[in-house]
């Protein structure tokens, strides 16, 4: 079992992560998902004993990355975002290498170089310049490096980045396979692989964690409160507490401009979404306010990430959303960083 | 930290780099000794001595010692492939160490090259070993010296030009130390004198030239191996540390 307690690190005064603790259980693969610069490849650094944390405690199978370094780092087999080759050198001398330097007997490199370019099916390059291999290739010749000597926690970032579409399903294949006596955490910023090859899922973004759950949960969870996009042309303060009284608005989420007075509403709803939007558009129209566009989200994988990544802090109130608004289309990513100053 | 060893002198030997290095030091050496024995037809002294030219190839060895040591960090940080050293089963100081000796080893294969030179002049005349093997040992001291120096250079920065030519600059200060701590300025401040004096590593070359193995010499030399490789080891943990 990999435990991650309360870890932190700063790049100067720079947070790049914040506080974060997940477990990873045996037989188990572990999705990392976030946009760029979410502090994903920060945080898998730290795992793997390259880069120290600030704060926190990374424990593999018992022991301690800072203080026992030698014996976790044993365990682990990691691949970088940037293959870690050597481009100068050929593909078995780098894995002979590779081999070395994680201590595998003398007597089993050569098995251990076959079995890993089998693995990754790199046989036919094996005697080939680094240098001279294709983006693929080299991303696959970095992954055999990972599971040289057969370590028992493999940690994977963005594995499958610059492969084929041919090579990604073997990839993925691979990596359900290694489940079977690894623990495995891998990070993504494709869903529709994460939900194919993981058991559980870290949602992360500017270094806080948004969720830590399976995909079926995180899906049924959001299924429950559907999402209502309302864009309406007239007052925005009335159409503001129009929806806020309407029964069954869970939450008003975001107001954007849209320019020519035209504002469009987030609403979480709660219950019947049909008859909660007819009742929202029939009182909206009684105070005579004109409805541009009414559409509803279809929960799916995408929503939930989008949603959890793009849910700004919780509004104090109504007044707080309204004076949010700028008069020109406002990114979500600037006023949340306004807000943290 | 022999795989360490053993890929640092795949990088030197499959590559034409050590050899090409080891060819332009034979280059200097054979330009040296040709002009000695040119020297020889003018003066009517009937002897020179190869520790000169040890001594005169100093200089221009400032210019190879940069080239052999600016790949040994600063293009791992370049490639990515820190992260491979760094989360392998391997501390730093093993790495540390296995890369340097492989440094020196690629040192002794240019310093073995210069021993064609005194073998043929040994045939046609003759050489006074003991004090051409304290030559040799004080080269070795000097140059294991400047290696570690310029690793540590190397651990400073991510391009290697950078590295080889802050080295070449750092290395060639020291050479000139004792010419400018003998300048008349400098006299005039006996303490600041004798401070410069106590770095400056080429007149403490000149006694092994002369055929003296001293003590101090020695311990000069090991102590600033010793300071270098402790100082590139601290330096990575803290770019580690820093790394943003």
Redesign the interface.
Known sequence: MITIENLTKY??N?K?VNNISFTINDNEILGFLGPNGAGKSTTM?MI?????MTSGKVTIFGSDISKD???A??N?G?L?E????????KVT?YLS??A????VPLSKRKDEIKRVLALLKIEDVKGKLIRNLSKGYKQRVGFA?ALLGDPKFIILDEPTVGLDPNQVIEVRKLIKELKKDHIVIFSSHILSEVSEVCDRVVIINKGDIRAIDTIENLESTFSSSLSLHIKVKGSKSKAASIIEMTDGVKELLSIDNEGNDIYAFTVQLEGDAEEIQDKLMADLLQNQIRIVEVYTDKPNLENVFIDLINRPVQKESLADLLDEIVPETTDTDETDTKEED | MFSIFKKELQSFFYTPFAYALASLFMLLFTYMFATSIAKLETSNRLMFSFTEIFYDLLFFFIFLIPIITMRSFADERKLGTEVLLMSSPLSVGKIVIGKYLANITVFLFMMLGSVFFPIVTEMNGKVVVSQLICAYIGFFAWGAMFIALGMLISSLTESPITAAIIGEIVMFADLFIDDFSGTAFISQYPKLQSGLNAFAAQPRFAYFSQGFIRLSDLVFFASAIIVFIAWTYISIEKRRWNRG
Not at chain 1, 48 to 52: K, N, V
Not at chain 1, 100 to 103: H, L, P, R
Request: charged share 20%.
């Open positions: 790049y100067g720079n790049a650094n793997a004993g390259y880069l120290p370094p030698i014996k780092k044993k682990i990691y970088p940037i293959p870690p080759v050597y481009p100068d050198m001398e290498f590779c070395g330097i994680k201590q490096q």
